[in-house]
């Protein structure tokens, strides 16, 4: 009832505003040298990644603004490898369907539900292994463009029904994260997951089917109002026969329309890579491609000047997206105030952040999984082909209750059976809560199921390395190295408050104050402002 208390009276105190200097609100220009501390590097590595340790920080804080910048961007000079997510090899005999004509109806019928149980359980596998990425790997920006891509290029296992083919998608969005747009929007454009998704493999010459070119525009590069219904069916016609195999993407000719087409004004007889061309040549593609990173990386309703701005620096690149990003990330619109605890965590975010943010171990990776779909965010499962909705969206009075359960569980040492957020079942074959016990044998790789240790958060490692004794300054290392905006006054002091308690003092030497400090982080976290980042 205590904890209740508290956390009651920090919702209900008012959240200040920053105020910014207008000027810098839009600007490309590069911050300088001088303006370049720990508070910003703590903003660029929640952005750029999910947050980070006071190491951590400490680090990118002590390169400067350029310097630290590289560190995130030129990722791939860090290395890492995780070990591969196990595939039953059931999935990968190119003679299953052959067999299956040898069987009686019987068998046919329980050979093929052994493979969708494989199939199930790789697919549970392979998103298990993006979790363990994201809060593990070394090079935060390379999953945190991942995630951004996956919410852009979207594709769900109920529809594409193959946890390969989905392995794949993330792996190709991992792959291209920071390469150039038009090698993201072609690969994408022939990825197998996708053709299933968006039914281009239905899509042939006699039949055209316009879902992929409809969403390619969209959704994925112009947005509404830059293309007509004839640009669609164009489109639609110029990507017929666009399929694939057990190699991968094939082109098959006969069911390829190869006529005249006329597509945003130009007339040829196009391909699907002609189309790509055609609209990456359009100013609204830039200016759409800018507008979506700029709501996810900085402010949910970004400035105009500043869209077009940076769209000028995705021209100038020819959509070279590392040279991009990196100029972003040096911006002073980047680190202004008002783009600044502005953006509404996703649930990824809160899982992934906290655990980074606290050095955190997170064993049970099925139930750090389970507790991000419980706040609203299924991974490798988006709600429809829009993605996620974002923003304010991911707050209602539902998600919120779970969000402030979700990190209390992972502050707290917990058994699996007694974790209600962190020990979910999996997803059955319609991709609804149920048993795993009827999934298939045990996989020769290693398998992320089963829930390592998880141990409950210890500050005092971090009160020591600082030297915060006092409940002060406990209370102000934490709100400013978890929160994005400063605390009020109010809210602080409630902090303070309860560390002291009855007896109006704090001693870090005295038994119990590990599990003090951790209650008051779990306060701490149970504010609105720890649900911006």
Same mark, same amino acid.
């Given at each position: 009832?205590?904890?209740?208390?508290?956390?009651?009276?920090?919702?209900?105190?008012?959240?200040?505003?920053?105020?910014?200097?207008?000027?810098?609100? %839009?600007? &490309?220009?590069?911050?300088?040298? @001088?303006?370049?501390?720990? $508070?910003?590097?703590?903003? =660029?590595? #929640?952005? +750029?990644?999910?947050?980070?340790?006071?190491?951590?920080?400490?680090?990118?804080?002590?390169?400067?603004?350029?310097?630290?910048?590289?560190?995130?961007?030129?990722?791939?000079?860090?290395?890492?490898?995780?070990?591969?997510?196990?595939?039953?090899?059931?999935?990968?005999?190119?003679?299953?369907?052959?067999?299956?004509?040898?069987?009686?109806?019987?068998?046919?019928?329980?050979?093929?539900?052994?493979?969708?149980?494989?199939?199930?359980?790789?697919?549970?596998?392979?998103?298990?292994?993006?979790?363990?990425?994201?809060?593990?790997?070394?090079?935060?920006?390379?999953?945190?463009?991942?995630?951004?891509?996956?919410?852009?290029?979207? %594709?769900? &296992?109920?529809?594409?029904?193959? @946890?390969?083919?989905?392995? $794949?998608?993330?792996?190709? =969005?991992? #792959?291209? +994260?920071?390469?150039?747009?038009?090698?993201?929007?072609?690969?994408?454009?022939?990825?197998?997951?996708?053709?299933?998704?968006?039914?281009?493999?239905?899509?042939?010459?006699?039949?055209?089917?316009?879902?992929?070119?409809?969403?390619?525009?969209?959704?994925?590069?112009?947005?509404?109002?830059?293309?007509?219904?004839?640009?669609?069916?164009?489109?639609?016609?110029?990507?017929?026969?666009?399929?694939?195999?057990?190699?991968?993407?094939?082109?098959?000719?006969?069911?390829?329309?190869?006529?005249?087409?006329?597509?945003?004004?130009?007339?040829?007889?196009?391909?699907?890579?002609?189309?790509?061309?055609?609209?990456?040549?359009?100013?609204?593609?830039?200016?759409?491609?800018?507008?979506?990173?700029?709501?996810?990386?900085?402010?949910?309703?970004?400035? #105009?000047?500043?869209?077009?701005?940076?769209?000028?620096?995705?021209?100038?690149?020819?959509?070279?997206?590392?040279?991009?990003?990196?100029?972003?990330?040096?911006?002073?619109?980047?680190?202004?105030?008002?783009?600044?605890?502005?953006?509404?965590?996703?649930?990824?975010?809160?899982?992934?952040?906290?655990?980074?943010?606290?050095?955190?171990?997170?064993?049970?990776?099925?139930?750090?999984?389970?507790?991000?779909?419980?706040?609203?965010?299924?991974?490798?499962?988006?709600?429809?082909?829009?993605?996620?909705?974002?923003?304010?969206?991911?707050?209602?009075?539902?998600?919120?209750?779970?969000?402030?359960?979700?990190?209390?569980?992972?502050?707290?040492?917990?058994?699996?059976?007694?974790?209600?957020?962190?020990?979910?079942?999996?997803?059955?074959?319609?991709?609804?809560?149920?048993?795993?016990?009827?999934?298939?044998?045990?996989?020769?790789?290693?398998?992320?199921?089963?829930?390592?240790?998880?141990?409950?958060?210890?500050?005092?490692?971090?009160?020591?390395?600082?030297?915060?004794?006092?409940?002060?300054?406990?209370?102000?290392?934490?709100?400013?190295?978890?929160?994005?905006?400063?605390?009020?006054?109010?809210?602080?002091?409630?902090?303070?408050?309860?560390?002291?308690?009855?007896?109006?003092?704090?001693?870090?030497?005295?038994?119990?104050?590990?599990?003090?400090?951790?209650?008051?982080?779990?306060?701490?976290?149970?504010?609105?402002?720890?649900?911006?980042?």
């Amino acid at each position: 009832m205590r904890s209740t208390r508290w956390i009651l009276a920090l919702i209900l105190t008012s959240f200040p505003l920053a105020l910014a200097d207008e000027a810098d609100r %839009s600007s &490309m220009k590069p911050i300088k040298e @001088s303006e370049w501390d720990r $508070e910003k590097a703590s903003h =660029l590595l #929640r952005r +750029a990644g999910f947050g980070g340790t006071p190491a951590e920080l400490d680090k990118l804080a002590a390169l400067g603004p350029a310097a630290a910048v590289d560190y995130l961007v030129a990722y791939r000079k860090i290395p890492y490898r995780l070990a591969p997510p196990p595939i039953d090899p059931l999935l990968l005999d190119p003679q299953f369907r052959r067999r299956l004509r040898d069987l009686s109806q019987e068998e046919r019928r329980a050979a093929q539900q052994k493979r969708r149980r494989a199939d199930r359980r790789s697919f549970e596998e392979a998103r298990l292994w993006w979790v363990d990425r994201m809060i593990n790997s070394p090079r935060p920006f390379e999953e945190k463009m991942t995630l951004f891509w996956h919410g852009r290029f979207t %594709s769900g &296992m109920r529809e594409v029904r193959n @946890s390969i083919f989905m392995k $794949e998608q993330n792996e190709f =969005l991992r #792959r291209n +994260a920071l390469g150039n747009y038009r090698d993201m929007v072609l690969g994408i454009s022939k990825d197998r997951a996708m053709l299933v998704y968006l039914d281009g493999v239905r899509n042939n010459r006699r039949k055209p089917n316009e879902n992929y070119a409809r969403e390619l525009m969209e959704l994925f590069t112009l947005g509404v109002g830059n293309y007509t219904e004839q640009d669609i069916k164009a489109a639609a016609r110029a990507f017929t026969g666009w399929a694939f195999n057990q190699d991968g993407f094939v082109l098959r000719r006969r069911q390829h329309d190869d006529g005249k087409k006329t597509f945003l004004g130009r007339t040829g007889n196009w391909g699907g890579e002609d189309i790509v061309d055609i609209i990456l040549a359009q100013p609204e593609c830039s200016r759409y491609l800018s507008r979506k990173l700029l709501e996810f990386f900085v402010h949910p309703e970004p400035d #105009r000047r500043l869209i077009e701005r940076f769209a000028a620096v995705i021209r100038k690149n020819r959509y070279e997206l590392k040279p991009s990003m990196r100029t972003l990330f040096q911006s002073r619109a980047f680190y202004h105030a008002e783009n600044r605890g502005c953006l509404v965590k996703s649930p990824v975010e809160v899982v992934v952040g906290t655990a980074r943010q606290l050095g955190q171990q997170i064993g049970d990776l099925r139930g750090a999984l389970r507790a991000m779909i419980a706040m609203g965010q299924e991974i490798m499962q988006p709600p429809n082909v829009k993605g996620w909705d974002g923003g304010a969206k991911w707050i209602n009075s539902a998600t919120l209750f779970n969000r402030y359960n979700v990190v209390a569980a992972m502050l707290e040492r917990r058994g699996r059976a007694k974790n209600r957020f962190l020990d979910e079942p999996s997803m059955t074959e319609n991709g609804s809560a149920g048993s795993m016990n009827m999934m298939a044998p045990k996989m020769a790789a290693k398998s992320r199921m089963q829930p390592g240790p998880h141990p409950a958060y210890d500050p005092l490692p971090t009160m020591r390395t600082n030297r915060l004794e006092t409940a002060e300054q406990i209370v102000d290392f934490y709100v400013a190295h978890l929160l994005a905006a400063p605390l009020s006054l109010e809210k602080r002091q409630l902090l303070v408050d309860f560390l002291q308690g009855e007896s109006g003092s704090f001693s870090a030497g005295v038994r119990g104050a590990a599990t003090a400090v951790r209650t008051m982080i779990k306060l701490l976290c149970g504010t609105p402002e720890y649900q911006m980042t």
